[in-house]
């Protein structure tokens, strides 16, 4: 099974680099973050010509978003609402034996300071009601995937500068500290960082402000799969289209793509 995660900023405005994913990738199970729309206004007959039958959205007006397109029926779904905030940035799906949930963690605003910083402040409380959360409704025997855009990078090698980036938002150590412990809640698996090594340089996000982001190369891992142990010995590859970033109207983003074997 081949299975993508995307911040795709706008699925609407983007809808022809989603179609060239489909067809160089074609992946079974396309997760989308940023969607950007209302359920409304879901571009649903659109993605079910590039093969994706079964939808599960969930959005709102030009901000967040998430949804989980599949070639393969659903066995069910839901929507989640974090630290009390119905701002469209969880939804889960259960498909081919596995549960599967889209999170679009907060990004917290420019100021590391949650006294500061309300946005911030949101952004440490959503992780850590998500590692609540998943501590207290599953157990690691059970088979997950977490996908999305984690909005942090966790190891010193997921950013182009540690030194520089330490009081940056995404990479400070109260971010660093609360993924690890959700990554520690159902002793899940950074796939990512299961293939590659932890000396290498690996990211997923380059800032429009960038005017040639590959010369400078200033990026960041921001968009993460994780798997729970029933899965682990069934990931097969990890890829990170890093030429998306060039494709036309891109997404600041770009897709990470896992091969895995769910049965």
């Given amino acids: 099974m081949r299975l993508v995660t995307w911040n795709i900023n706008s699925v609407r405005l983007r809808l022809p680099i989603i179609k060239k994913l489909t067809e160089e990738v074609g992946p079974d199970i396309l997760c989308l ?10 571009p649903v007959d659109a993605l079910k010509a590039m093969g994706y039958e079964h939808q599960h959205f969930h959005g709102m007006k030009s901000y967040n978003g998430v949804c ?15 630290v ?22 907060p990004a917290g605003g420019d100021e590391p300071d949650p006294e500061a910083n ?19 409704r599953y157990t690691s025997d059970q088979k997950l995937i977490a996908v999305g855009d984690f909005n942090i990078a966790p190891y010193e090698h997921d950013v182009w500068s540690h030194k520089q980036l330490l009081k940056v938002v995404s990479h400070t150590p109260p971010e660093i500290e ?5 990554k520690d809640s159902l002793e899940w698996t950074d796939v990512a960082r299961h293939f590659v090594p932890m000396d290498e340089k690996v990211y997923t996000w380059w800032s429009y402000r960038n005017r ?3 010369k400078s190369n200033r990026g960041r891992r921001l968009d993460h799969v994780w798997v729970t142990p029933p899965l682990k010995d069934g990931l097969q590859s ?23 074997k769910a049965a």
């Avoid at 309300?118 to 207290?136: I, N, Q």
């Avoid at 609360?178 to 959700?182: G, I, P, Q």
Wanted: with cysteine; proline share 4%; glycine share 4%.
């Fill in 33 to 42: 973050q940023e969607t950007k729309t209302p359920d409304e206004h879901f």
């Fill in 212 to 214: 040639d982001w590959k």
């Fill in 68 to 82: 989980i397109l599949s070639k393969h029926p659903f066995e069910g779904y839901d929507i989640h609402h974090r």
């Fill in 238 to 260: 990890h890829n990170i289209l890093s030429e998306a970033r060039d494709w036309e109207k891109p997404s600041d983003h770009v897709p990470v793509i896992v091969e895995l």
């Fill in 118 to 136: 309300d946005k911030f402040a949101y952004k440490l409380d959503f992780v850590d009601e998500m590692t609540r959360w998943f501590k207290d």
């Fill in 84 to 105: 009390g905030r119905e701002d469209c940035r969880h939804v889960a799906a259960s498909v081919n034996g596995f549960e599967l949930h889209n999170l679009y963690i």
């Fill in 178 to 182: 609360r993924l690890a412990k959700m």
